[in-house]
């Protein structure tokens, strides 16, 4: 799913063309433009929508502008625009990925210069199915989705590896590739999909390994049936802000990112997901 940008939530997020036709500047050169908001400093940021644009509303609605802040945020429905859209000076700042993901970005892109600030929360990856409720049942010839980009196909793979589905040679790391699949007892047909298709391809796939983000505004964790989780315990695939790296001390950045450390909103995230997006730092 490519060059999507979702239609608004609510007051706080702003269209794709509003955004491109407004030049932005560094976050500490714009103030507010609503009334009543001349002393705050506005932050766009995007986001997925879930969770991610969730707790950036939260934030903005319930305790952004008792540290001077308002938050502007553009939700993507995909992992492609928002990395080039703070590149390109559309966005203060993006919340929707991992630092292995953003390693990759800009392995393909050096001449974007972002910078990953810190790990805000982690999703938990799943094996999900609708035709199958427990992982032994899983038939020979399975066939397995999993995402196609290379950190979360690595983390995929690394799941099912924890699982038993398939054994995996030291060669691949933390982001192994299927070249690096060493046995594969069930003969299971593992197949990349871009990572948004995942939950709709899921009726044509024994099972799916999803990104959590995309699992939950799917619904799978109560639509589908979860054969596994990934361990989470160590994991380096916390989610949280990128920004440029010219704005990587900005005193607006680093209170966005108090806030979305802050007691209220680790709370947010406890009650409102359940232990599936998991507070981090």
Same mark, same amino acid.
């Given at each position: 799913?490519?060059?999507?940008?979702k239609?608004?939530?609510?007051?706080?997020?702003?269209? /794709?063309v509003?955004?491109l036709?407004?030049?932005c500047?560094?976050?500490?050169?714009? /103030?507010?433009?609503?009334?009543?908001?001349?002393?705050?400093?506005t932050?766009?940021?995007?986001?997925?929508?879930v969770?991610?644009?969730?707790?950036?509303e939260?934030?903005?609605?319930?305790?952004?502008?008792?540290a001077?802040? /308002?938050?502007?945020?553009?939700?993507?429905?995909?992992? !492609?625009?928002?990395?080039a859209?703070?590149?390109?000076?559309?966005?203060?700042?993006?919340?929707?990925?991992?630092?292995?993901?953003?390693?990759?970005?800009?392995?393909?892109n050096?001449?974007?210069?972002?910078?990953?600030?810190?790990?805000?929360?982690?999703?938990?990856?799943?094996l999900?199915s609708?035709?199958?409720?427990?992982?032994?049942?899983?038939?020979?010839?399975?066939r397995?989705?999993?995402?196609?980009?290379?950190s979360?196909?690595?983390?995929?793979? !690394?799941?099912?590896?924890?699982?038993?589905?398939?054994?995996?040679?030291?060669?691949?790391? !933390?982001? $192994?590739?299927?070249?690096?699949?060493?046995?594969?007892?069930?003969?299971?047909?593992?197949? $990349?999909?871009?990572?948004?298709?995942l939950?709709?391809?899921?009726?044509?796939l024994?099972?799916?390994?999803?990104?959590?983000?995309? /699992?939950?505004?799917?619904d799978?964790?109560?639509?589908?049936?979860?054969?596994?989780?990934?361990?989470?315990?160590?994991?380096?695939?916390?989610?949280?802000?990128?920004?440029?790296?010219a704005?990587?001390?900005?005193?607006?950045?680093a209170?966005? !990112?108090?806030?979305?450390?802050s007691?209220?909103?680790?709370?947010?995230?406890?009650q409102?997901?359940q232990?599936?997006?998991?507070?981090?730092?």
């Amino acid at each position: 799913m490519s060059g999507s940008v979702k239609a608004p939530r609510g007051v706080a997020v702003f269209g /794709a063309v509003a955004l491109l036709l407004t030049g932005c500047g560094s976050p500490s050169e714009r /103030a507010g433009g609503g009334e009543g908001d001349e002393d705050l400093v506005t932050l766009r940021v995007g986001a997925s929508p879930v969770p991610h644009a969730e707790i950036l509303e939260f934030v903005d609605e319930e305790l952004a502008a008792e540290a001077g802040l /308002a938050i502007d945020v553009v939700e993507y429905t995909d992992y !492609n625009q928002p990395n080039a859209a703070l590149s390109e000076g559309e966005l203060d700042a993006n919340y929707y990925q991992t630092r292995p993901f953003l390693e990759e970005y800009l392995a393909g892109n050096p001449e974007a210069d972002l910078t990953y600030v810190g790990d805000v929360h982690l999703e938990a990856f799943g094996l999900y199915s609708e035709k199958i409720s427990d992982l032994a049942d899983l038939p020979e010839g399975a066939r397995i989705g999993v995402p196609n980009d290379v950190s979360n196909m690595g983390r995929a793979l !690394n799941l099912l590896a924890e699982h038993d589905v398939i054994t995996l040679a030291d060669s691949g790391g !933390n982001t $192994p590739s299927l070249d690096d699949i060493e046995e594969d007892p069930k003969g299971a047909a593992i197949t $990349p999909v871009e990572a948004a298709q995942l939950p709709r391809s899921l009726p044509d796939l024994d099972a799916a390994v999803v990104n959590g983000n995309y /699992a939950l505004e799917a619904d799978l964790p109560d639509t589908a049936e979860v054969l596994g989780w990934e361990r989470t315990e160590g994991s380096v695939y916390g989610n949280g802000l990128v920004v440029r790296a010219a704005d990587a001390d900005s005193a607006d950045i680093a209170r966005l !990112n108090e806030l979305l450390h802050s007691p209220r909103a680790r709370s947010f995230m406890e009650q409102r997901w359940q232990g599936i997006v998991i507070p981090m730092g």
